[in-house]
């Protein structure tokens, strides 16, 4: 599993580094596309506060009763964020889903530009799983990122990232992709995809959309997908308590308030 994660990695660079220099301007984005990280990070004594919501019951089986799952009980998320200068920032997250809490610092290596066609960050941290009777709380992770922007308005991720441990699984590793398209009047259509980690049995890809509104230190995403996790250890690990299909689809959301903006 790590060779192909790591093969997977260089052969998106080798491409991305062979395509022709040219000057790309830096895309509107956050530091989060929806789960997954993007290359950017706060700017220097920016404040970001992050909440997310992703609903435990799927669309169907909640059906018109359930309201399609908005009756349901949901994993919420709170983070904190701030900038430090020098392409840094840290953020610390605490999602209620195995009562865990994320702690990470990014660090931005690379800016897309005329003298190099990736956005590259590298990310870091340790989340601690403090829902009782679980025996490993602690896990490791890093995290590559790699940005390209296509055209005006397109912007590639992908996302190797190696996890010491996750709920079943020890050194742990996976590759997320996503995209973000940019829209008229500051909106955005992302999507992401995790592929089913192959030491876990019966799990299958992670997939989600999300439709992004910005306004100035504001953004509001509206959450489409299968899994429930927020945590970088249960996203690479595809073994979520409970599982998840295919074809499940969650509602949620992701509110995102920056100060100052």
Not at 23 to 42: A, D
Not at 87 to 102: H, M, N, P, T
Not at 177 to 195: I, K, Q, T, Y
Not at 231 to 260: C, E, H, Q, Y
Request: net charge positive; with cysteine; charged share 15%.
């Amino acid at each position: 599993m790590a060779h192909k994660f790591l093969l997977a990695a260089l052969l998106t660079l080798a491409s991305s580094v062979a395509a022709p220099a040219q000057t790309v301007p830096e895309p509107e984005l956050g530091t989060r596309l929806i789960n997954l990280p993007t290359h950017l990070v706060l700017p220097y004594g920016t404040l970001q506060v992050l909440f997310t919501h992703r609903f435990g019951e799927t669309v169907a089986a909640g059906g018109s009763g359930d309201l399609y799952g908005l009756d349901s009980a949901a994993d919420i998320g709170i983070g904190l964020a701030m900038g430090f200068g020098h392409g840094l920032d840290a953020e610390v997250y605490r999602s209620s889903l195995f009562k865990q809490i994320e702690a990470a610092v990014k660090w931005t290596a690379l800016r897309q530009g005329a003298a190099f066609p990736l956005g590259v960050a590298v990310r870091a941290g340790s989340d601690y799983r403090g829902i009782s009777g679980v025996r490993d709380r602690w896990a490791g992770f890093a995290q590559l990122v790699l940005a390209r922007r296509v055209g005006r308005c397109l912007d590639l991720f992908v996302v190797p990232t190696y996890v010491s441990d996750t709920p079943t699984l020890r050194n742990a590793a996976n590759v997320g992709f996503g995209a973000s398209l940019h829209l008229p009047r500051a909106w955005d259509v992302a999507a992401e995809a995790v592929p089913a980690n192959r030491e876990v049995p019966g799990a299958t890809v992670a997939w989600s959309v999300g439709f992004t509104k910005r306004i100035p230190g504001h953004s509001f995403l509206i959450y489409l997908g299968n899994s429930r996790a927020t945590t970088t250890d249960l996203i690479a690990g595809s073994d979520i308590p409970g599982g998840f299909k295919r074809g499940d689809m969650r509602l949620g959301f992701n509110l995102v308030r920056r100060f100052p903006e």
